[in-house]
């Protein structure tokens, strides 16, 4: 008998444990947690993306090999602020006239759901850290819970100077723990680690490889200078390139910087350098996943917000619409539907970020979304896939990208197309050669039709009187021209 009680109890309690076991699981099989990590300029310097054959970036490799990893994915606006805004909100910068790093896209688009309300508002618990939005353009209240976390001041290391011009570059004297990505992520492993009783979204942001590329000097170790290897730059390439083109390449600013200053390896490595460190704060955050009990019931998305040229068609930065500014990284682990090692060349965009979060997690998908869910190629990265990838910088200016070809049209008319199975440097512009004529316009048909102004609707710009209508239209030429030399030549702002 009077063993009776504590077995009693042991089977109690194991009894509670189990149950709770239960009550969890049958949770998480309806709604799966969410972990989203977005990561500042990073283009496709990832060594499984081979964008840059010396990038060592094993833990986003890692994450990659265990679910689908899209090969040709691409921003919907080469930018942090606008990509960032329709991204989050599933408003494509054509739809709503966000456009640039300068115009505040809250009160534009604020008639809609963003990703993390529309997941609250669905039972789930939303935190988020670091850089999601834009910088100065943040909306907290998107969250339940929002951290913005700041590292010491990672200046260059002692006989070091800051870059070149805009180029920003030098190793740091700090360490790892010091730097503000490493208390966002330890700021996202406290939010993991808390009881939850609800599924959560938790956003991570992480800032670099954003300027300036001052990280620790081990992250430079390991790229040696006199090893570096420089991108792939043809001096003639803006020639056959339209003024509107060679107007967002801006030659003459950080490329010849660059190049005058004989300072090219060094740069390039600092990107390496921020790249790789921003590649363990990413392995910071997926080991504490997969040391949690979310492990096995939680998607993972990451994506980079745009590409990055370093010299390519003789610029730099993104601000531009050639690979080297659309193409970023695009992952998805969603256990129970995709598979490891899933590679997915079809053309993708951003916008379908949104849909796909939704769709994997059983919530609808709201009708403002643009973009299509990506889950069938989740579910087999090899599916026949009818859309193409399309990217806007400035108004009316786009890039269409399909599994083979870049059409990019501007504002004025002026076209690009090429080749990306013959010509994956887009060296050669295909686009005056009159056999390809009726590709032009089958690709041209994914073009939008609309084309808000600059910062959206504004009562200037509703439908003109017939009577002034010449006038109105004189003046909106001449608005949408000085925007197109706004947005290509003014120094845009980070
Ligand atoms: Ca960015
Ligand atoms: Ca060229």
Known sequence: MSRFPSLFALLGISLVGWLGVIDRRAHSAEKPN???????????????????????????DALAARGVTFYNAHCAAPSCNPSRAALMTGVRPATSGVYVNSTDWRPIINQVDSIPMHFAKHGYDTAGAG???????????????????????????PGHND?????????TNIGDAEMGDYATVDWCI????????????????????HM???????????????KIVLP???????????????????????????IDSGRYKEAVQGYLAAITF????????????????????????????????????????????????????????????????????QPVDFMSIYPTLADLCGLPIPKHVEGPSLRPLLLDPAAAWPHVALTTWGRNNHAIRTDRRRYIRYANGEEELYD?????????????????????????????????????????????????????GKKQAKRAKKLIQATTTVKPTE
């Open 34 to 60: 969410v972990l989203f990590i977005a990561v500042d300029d990073l283009n496709d310097w990832v060594h499984h993306l081979g964008g840059h054959p010396q990038t060592i970036t094993p833990q986003i």
């Open 131 to 157: 850089k999601i939005y834009h910088g100065g353009f943040d909306r907290d209240s998107d969250w339940q819970r929002y951290a913005h976390k700041k590292g010491k001041e990672a200046a260059p290391a």
């Open 163 to 171: 870059g070149v011009g805009g180029i920003r570059f030098a190793p």
């Open 190 to 209: 406290e939010q993991l680690n808390q009881p939850h009783d609800k599924p959560f979204f938790l956003a991570c942001g992480l800032h670099k490889p």
């Open 212 to 226: 300036a590329w001052n990280v620790p000097q081990k992250y430079y170790d390991m790229y040696p200078l006199d």
């Open 232 to 258: 792939k730059v043809l001096d003639t390439d803006l020639d056959d390139v339209p003024p509107s083109g060679v107007k967002m390449a801006r030659p003459e600013g950080d490329h010849k910087a660059i």
């Open 278 to 345: 921003a590649d363990a704060m990413v392995g910071r955050m997926i080991a504490a996943l997969d040391a949690s009990p979310h492990k096995n019931n939680t998607v993972i998305v990451l994506w980079g917000d745009h590409g990055w040229h370093l010299g390519e068609k003789l610029h730099w930065r993104k601000f531009s619409l050639w690979e080297e500014a659309t193409r970023a990284p695009l992952i998805f682990v969603a256990p129970g539907v995709t598979q490891a090692g899933g590679v997915c060349r």
């Open 420 to 472: 990306e199975q013959g010509d994956p440097q887009e060296w050669t512009n295909l686009a005056g050669r009159p056999e390809h004529a009726a590709l032009k316009s089958q690709l041209a048909q994914h073009l939008p039709q609309i084309n808000k102004p600059e910062g959206g609707d504004k009562p200037q710009d509703a439908p003109p009187q017939p009577a002034k209508s010449k006038v109105k």
